[in-house]
């Protein structure tokens, strides 16, 4: 598959096969998620993995964590988000609502612990950072992890970004023991897509190019 054809093909996937992943393929993934540029090639992104028990307790500690806490997903705005940007949120919740419905579970209660969960993936990926590194260093974590995400698109495995779980940083440090040096920056799950599931047949839309370029010629 080639690069155009991974981005136009992928999609978040939030329910899983148990069928369990090959190590040399997840090894072929990070070697992929390596390859992505950063200033001054500082390469700053780090990446744990974890299957089988040791996913299954970390699983367990961050859905009793949410159940004490009940961190919700939202955009992580100071202020009231601009109508365009909200727009795009109310769209694609309306995409996915019918196909969550359906599985008799609330939308929040399904995206929230869904993602302590890691949507059932049985591979899960804590992406952490070094703390001396200033927040635009972001970036180059943005530019592994799409890496990644295409990577594994390309090996026939799906995958979801989670980001509600950093909110449980510092438990997730202390369970994969993580020095205080280290920053939880994302989650991912990956694995193979169950397909026959509703869920992950939904396509949230994009904006046009025109929305998103400006052109001064």
């Avoid at 997730?172 to 040096?181: G, H």
Wanted: glycine share 8%; net charge positive.
């Amino acid at each position: 598959m080639d690069v155009l054809s991974a981005m136009k093909s992928r999609r978040s996937a939030r329910a899983y096969l148990k069928r369990p992943v090959p190590r040399d393929l997840i090894e072929d993934i990070f070697t992929g998620a390596g390859r992505a540029p950063s200033a001054i090639n500082l390469q700053p992104w780090e990446y744990t993995v974890l299957q089988g028990e040791e996913k299954d307790r970390l699983v367990r500690l961050l859905l009793k964590i949410h159940a004490e806490r009940k961190v919700s997903c939202g955009p992580g705005t100071s202020g009231r988000l601009p109508e365009r940007f909200a727009a795009r949120s109310r769209l694609a919740s309306k995409i996915m609502t019918p196909a969550i419905e359906k599985m008799g579970v609330p939308f929040n209660r399904f995206i929230e612990e869904g993602s302590c969960s890691f949507y059932g993936a049985p591979v899960a990926v804590i992406v952490t950072m070094d703390r001396l590194f200033p927040k635009i260093r972001y970036l180059d974590i943005g530019l592994s992890v799409a890496y990644l995400l295409l990577a594994a698109q390309g090996k026939g495995l799906s995958t979801c970004p989670i980001g509600l779980i950093t909110a449980y940083g510092d438990e997730i440090a202390e369970a994969i023991s993580l020095p205080e040096s280290k920053e939880v920056v994302l989650g991912i799950a990956m694995g193979y897509a169950d397909e026959s599931a509703q869920v992950n047949c939904v396509k949230t839309d994009r904006e046009p190019r025109q929305e998103i370029v400006s052109w001064y010629e």
